[in-house]
């Protein structure tokens, strides 16, 4: 993460009291992100810096280990389905994927719903 | 056995963005200032989603399954209180009685699609990546915020709970006011207060028993206000209760109760009022430092 930040900024040639000012992100966190002080940047940050950037927020989230690529394990249908759907209540894997089920059929149109 | 109260009470980082991106859409929605909030205006007013009853569909996904997978899908379908699809851009929100209730739940998944951090590009989910589980967690959290911004109408809600000395009966009435929940109201009501005062949830557990034999109840949530939060980080409150203890009575009694109470803290102890209810879930626990002067009986102050 502090690597892409620094870099970003050198491409950009700008300063840290610059990115404050576009961002108001305060220069001593941003500092303290591009030396790796500080980790764990709230994914609300990250969006600022990727549009100041101009750079694929979710570059940035790959980069703090927010996003990552779904294990065999997992499912990746499964868990694409489910994390585009963001649900409120805690559910067990099985129940997950049962909902994630239920969320493709709701995303059919209606003769494929009708056929299945 | 105590947790410190600092150990539990967060809001995330994200707090003021929340608060922004909530107000800008009360304010192009034309339902600022006014109460209820208006949730279905603010949706139409987002231009982005559909809420829809899922319900419809029920039938014709659960002819697809075999009984054994109906009955964890019905498990599941009961937990679920609304699911925001962010491909889609629409909101499901089982149809309900509980009026206040789904209006949370509609405000909740709003609160999913119009974040502008919780839109994740769908190519990375088509790619096979998903999103860290404290991730999805915060994301929930700060849907949470969201749909209380928009419910207690963000800082306005500031003034209206200050007028009132902290009781429940104030909680009540402001939940009323709001077409809100009580416990949100609690939640919402504690943390824009500007003296010292704080509240904490127990749940009753199923597993944990008391020497007597009796089912123990569990510290939950806690929240507290600014100046309380500041104040007594390190105040220890207990993390369980026994059936017998003076704040469950308002679960024995089906009424508020309240009292005093002495805790400890890091070099010290504080005396504070209690009120306490149960809402034939949770028990819900408020805390007063106490004032040296106690106007008995009044809800506004004065």
Redesign the interface.
Known sequence: MSTVLRRLRALRGVTLREVDAKTGISNAYLSQLEKGGATNP??????KLADFYEV???SL??AA??????TAS?G?GR??AL??????????D???A??A???E???MPRSS??E? | MGTRFGSLVAR???EA?IAEVAERLLRRAGVAGRVPTDVDALIASSQLVDV?D?AP?LE??LA??SAE?KD??T???E??????????R?I?VPASTKVRQTLF?KA??LG?QV????Q???A?????????P???E???Q??NLFAADVIFQGKRFLHRARQYVPTFDAVFSLADEHGASRHSTLWRFVEEQDELVAAATYWPSRYTFDREGLPVLWLGKLVGSPRFKARFGTLELPSELSPNHPWVAARNLGSVCEGDVTLVEVGGQTQFQWHSWWNQYSLFVMLRRKPRLSLVGRIIKP
């Open positions: 709230s994914p609300h940050l990250l969006r694929p927020y979710e989230l790959e280990g927010y996003l990552r690529p779904t997992e990746s868990v694409s994390q585009a759907a963001l649900m409120s209540a805690k559910l067990s099985e129940e997950q049962k909902v089920e239920f969320i059929f709701l995303r719903r009708n299945s | 995330p980082s994200s963005s829809v899922p569909f014709g996904f697809r399954l997978a964890v899908f498990s599941a379908w937990k679920l209180r609304g699911i925001a699809d962010l491909r889609t629409a499901y739940v909740h998944e999913h974040l502008p951090w919780q994740v590009n769908m990375y989910w088509d790619d096979g990546h998903s999103l860290s404290e991730v999805t915060l994301f929930d700060e849907a």
